[in-house]
């Protein structure tokens, strides 16, 4: 983001109580987005006591939703805001172990951090080697880049209530295509960290993307399923069984019972599925109760209108 534009809304920050990280995210900060001065720019505050920004409101999102509260239609020096303020704590929680796969999705894609106190950035290194892992098992042996970034950001929309309805059907094609270059940035680490894994493996390139082929075989499924985060692998193990085995520290670890690669990918689906099938219902209602009926139900016909239109393209 350029620099302007980073002290353009970090002006936001000025006008309201003290954050603890902040993150800018959205269509309007796509590069090819041609409406940028009447799309809404997103934020998401982290913020150590929730109940010192929206005492009651926020004790209905903690209760009923997924920790986060939004409040949309924001207008701030001729703008259109959207925020979600959420406990540091939750945060941190959904980033490491996707409890709730509701946050920690969002910074699965492209975002510009504003603030970042509690370097917030390095604890999500782990989210994204987690949903480069998850990717990886639901793509075929030979993929591109741009299937791997598209699958990726698909995760976290895997059971959304809202895709069903009122969301964009090209949202995950748009979100690619629209930051291409920021997604090659943001994963090109752990792009690496794999190969030098014998993981996978680049075997083409096509201009600026790359074609990626991946091991199949049963001990690179077993290390994708190690790096997932202990929320999901707690699941799958409830699924598909553990077995006890000796740890390269000497230590006996739990390590889940994987009979195939389709195996293992089906039954975190499943729970991948579950989870933010939970978590979008519980926020739907939530998001009702605390923006009031009038301020959810325009927010809610502004995404129908823009799926709608998707749809009839």
């Known amino acids: ?62 209760g009923i939703g997924v920790g986060v509260h939004f409040n949309p239609f924001v207008t701030w020096n001729d703008k259109m805001l959207k925020y979600g303020v959420v406990q540091m704590h939750d945060l941190i929680e959904d ?39 998850a990717a ?39 979100i690619v295509q629209g930051q291409f270059d920021l997604f090659q940035s943001m994963y090109k680490p752990f792009l690496e960290e794999y190969e030098n894994k014998d993981l996978i493996r680049f075997s083409s390139s096509n201009g ?18 190690s790096s997932l985060p202990s929320t999901i692998k707690s699941y799958m193990g409830m699924k598909l069984g553990e077995k006890k085995i000796l740890g390269e520290s000497g230590q006996v670890v739990r390590e889940i019972t994987i009979g195939s690669r389709e195996e293992a990918a089906r039954c975190m689906q499943k729970v991948l599925r579950r989870t933010v099938m939970i978590s979008s219902a519980r926020q739907a209602v939530s998001g009702f109760l605390a923006s009031g009926g009038v301020t959810a139900a325009r927010y809610l016909a502004k995404k129908m209108s823009k799926a709608w239109k998707s749809w009839r393209q």
């Open 136 to 174: 990886l098992l639901f793509l075929p042996p030979e993929f591109s880049e741009e299937d791997l970034f598209a699958k990726i950001c698909s995760l976290s929309y895997m059971g959304d209530l809202r895709m069903l309805f009122a969301e964009d059907r090209n949202k995950v094609r748009n």
């Open 1 to 62: 983001m350029e620099d302007e534009k980073k002290r353009e809304l970090g002006k936001f920050l000025q006008v309201i109580p003290t954050v603890e990280f902040c993150c800018v995210y959205g269509s309007s900060l796509h590069p090819k987005n041609r409406d940028k001065a009447s799309s809404m720019v997103d934020f998401i505050l982290g913020v150590s006591d929730p109940l010192q920004w929206h005492s009651q409101i926020t004790e209905i999102a903690d």
């Open 208 to 225: 600026l993307k790359a074609n990626i082929c991946q091991d199949f075989g049963l001990p690179a499924t077993n290390a994708l399923v």
């Open 95 to 133: 980033v490491l172990n996707w409890d709730r796969f509701y946050l920690s999705g969002r910074l699965q894609k492209p975002v510009h951090i504003l603030v970042d106190n509690l370097d917030i950035g390095h604890a999500n290194s782990v989210n994204l080697r987690a949903a480069v892992s």
